[in-house]
């Protein structure tokens, strides 16, 4: 709709004068070099809008990869916290576990007291 607004805008200003009626136009001639220049200018403008997409297409997908890294960012932030935290809870693991080995060995010592007390 845009395009067709611009390309009559552009007929009205523009191009009455290349197409004022001379002593050899006909208005076949006339109806074709119009034809002709219609084209020019749609595909010209065609041109103008697919270049303007692309880079406003460029400019999303950069947005959109933007996010994504984004996204990985904070994924790999949360990974880490969580290795932290599960560092954490293994060092602790690490340190009950010695605690109960060394609670064992002291049970096993009183228990051994005790029977060679009962003897």
Sequence with gaps: MR????????????????????????????????????????????????AGAGSLDTSVAGLSVQRRIDELERQVENLTRQMTTLQRQVEQAGRDASSAIREAEAARRDARDALMRAR
């Design 3 to 50: 395009s067709r607004l611009l390309i009559a805008i552009v007929f009205f200003l523009v191009l009455p004068g290349s197409f004022a009626q001379g002593p050899g136009n006909d208005l076949e001639d006339r109806i074709r070099s119009l034809e002709a220049a219609v084209a020019a200018l749609d595909t010209r403008l065609a041109t103008r809008t697919t």
